[in-house]
Nanobody
Framework: QVQLVESGGGLVQAGGSLRLSCAASGRTFSPAAMGWFRQTPGKEREFVSVITWIAGSTSYAASVKGRFTTSRDRAKNTVYLQMRNLKPEDTAVYYC?????????????????WGQGTQVTVPS
């Protein structure tokens, strides 16, 4: 069973930076991609970014493009989300997730394994 563990969340002032990490264990096969999603109370989980595991190709939601960068270290089975110029609207629980070779990269239902989430808070 694949386990994903996020870390690095916290409280940061607007304009600040945070780096989230997501470490995977228990894998038998490499994933097709690793995604980051976020969720606030009462709202659906929102796509943030995705990185393909082999090629390292990335894609971002329009709301974070130019501010967030996702990367991966295949040797460490870890994916990262570097967040810069954080805004109050970035406040959410951030989840990493693992995806196979089917489905859409920005569709949460197409991801098969999820971490427990890490809270990011940017006070207004």
């Amino acid at each position: 069973q694949v386990q994903l563990v996020e870390s690095g969340g916290g409280l940061v002032q607007a304009g600040g930076s945070l780096r989230l990490s997501c470490a995977a264990s228990g894998r038998t096969f490499s994933p097709a991609a690793m995604g980051w999603f976020r969720q606030t109370p009462g709202k659906e989980r929102e796509f943030v970014s995705v990185i393909t595991w082999i090629a390292g190709s990335t894609s971002y939601a329009a709301s974070v493009k130019g501010r967030f960068t996702t990367s991966r270290d295949r040797a460490k089975n870890t994916v990262y989300l570097q967040m810069r110029n954080l805004k109050p609207e970035d406040t959410a629980v951030y989840y990493c997730a693992e995806k196979g070779y089917s489905g859409k990269n920005d569709e949460s239902n197409d991801y098969r394994y999820w971490g427990q989430g890490t809270q990011v808070t940017v006070p207004s």
